[in-house]
């Protein structure tokens, strides 16, 4: 049985974007089963969850007996797809090169820009840096040209590509850098609306909102830090 790592809660702008939900949508889409387990703050933090599980002490991680675990939720995203052979395309195709260019491309170019920009709407009163989101927003309208119309990043079908991009690009949507992108916004909906995404996400909620902040015991990891 497959096992995946995730939050026992976290606050609501955050809920549906934890990024286990990924790792959901991409069982859903393949048609795995799988089982969640909810991890709190000295969870993640202990040393046994980083030695054995993830070194950074966060989530996403993927077990499954009889395989080491895999954390990264872009590595899961792909491993699950190659290993189905679903929603990615076949070993030694153009294809399947464009999809890995597009998985690494949203988590290495397009999440840090998004984060830092949601770093400065969220957390900085200053006007430069408030304006230092433009180059952003230009970069995400060549996200739209790259797509050039087609349903899809890449081939004429769903990928993890699609997957991805869309997931990433819901900090955008909430910062609402989408807005002068309608286009693109009207795929991400699209893309969203799959039914293995919907179930991810709500079983994400669901679990989330079983929970408060104090299951996520914090002041136990401020307790050892003093200590
Ligand atoms: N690059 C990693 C990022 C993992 C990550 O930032 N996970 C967040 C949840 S979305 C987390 O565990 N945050 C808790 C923490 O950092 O303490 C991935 O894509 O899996």
Request: glycine share 6%; hydrophobic share 50%.
């Amino acid at each position: 049985m497959i096992t995946v790592t995730a939050m026992k809660w976290a606050p609501p702008f955050a809920a549906g974007q934890v990024r286990d939900h990924r790792v959901r949508w991409i069982l859903n889409e393949v048609g795995w089963p799988y089982q969640v387990r909810l991890v709190d703050a000295p969870t993640m933090k202990s040393a046994a969850y980083s030695r054995g599980l993830q070194p950074f002490g966060q989530l996403p991680v993927l077990e499954e007996e009889g395989r080491p675990p895999v954390f990264e939720s872009g590595a899961i995203v792909l491993d699950v797809a190659m290993r189905a052979g679903r929603c990615i395309a076949a070993e030694g195709t153009p294809e399947r090169a464009a999809a890995l260019q597009w998985v690494i491309a949203g988590l290495n170019s397009v999440e840090p820009m998004l984060f830092n920009v949601a770093e400065v709407e969220y957390f900085m009163d200053d006007e430069d840096a408030r304006r230092a989101r433009r180059p952003m927003v230009v970069g995400l309208a060549m996200l739209e040209s790259a797509r050039a119309g087609r349903d899809w990043f890449v081939g004429d079908g769903f990928t993890v590509a699609d997957l991805m991009l869309a997931s990433i690009l819901k900090v955008a949507d909430r910062l609402a850098l989408l807005d002068e992108l309608p286009a693109l916004a009207a795929w991400q909906r699209t893309i969203l609306a799959r039914p293995a995404h919907v179930r991810a996400e709500q079983d994400q909620r669901a679990d989330i909102a079983r929970h408060t902040v104090e299951d996520m015991r914090y002041d136990a990891l401020a307790s050892e830090a003093r200590t």
